[in-house]
Nanobody
């Protein structure tokens, strides 16, 4: 079992910044893909950014240049630094992880898509006021 706990959400004015954290615990492995996602009311869940265990990152066009995904392996924590926030960034933000055992096929890159992640956190709300 893997447990992911997000934190750091809140209310911020347009143009402001927030840093989200996602603490992972439980049955984790050294090979993984982790990512940040969001879902606004009435909309589908959107993939924002992914990071592979080797540090490679990929971003969705909607957040490229404004958001930065990073990780602290010593703390088993994933981060999302969000700058230049806009009202349309208002959503519930989730982190997710997919772990690979030593003998499992490990993809060359962690695609920025919702599918393929088995472990999800409960989410943290981000609200950007205009």
């Amino acid at each position: 079992q893997v447990r992911l706990v997000e934190s750091g959400g809140g209310l911020v004015q347009s143009g402001g910044s927030l840093r989200l954290s996602c603490a992972a615990s439980g049955n984790t492995y050294s090979k993984y893909c982790m990512g940040w996602f969001r879902q606004a009311p009435g909309k589908e869940r959107e993939a924002l950014a992914t990071i592979k265990s080797d540090g490679a990152t990929i971003y969705a066009d909607s957040v490229k240049g404004r958001f930065t995904i990073s990780q602290d392996n010593a703390k088993n924590t994933l981060y999302l630094q969000m700058n230049s926030l806009k009202p349309e960034d208002t959503a519930m933000y989730y982190c997710a992880a997919q772990y690979y055992t030593a003998y499992a096929y490990f993809p060359g890159q962690c695609y920025v898509i919702v599918e393929g992640f088995d472990n999800w956190g409960q989410g943290t709300q981000v609200t950007v006021s205009s």
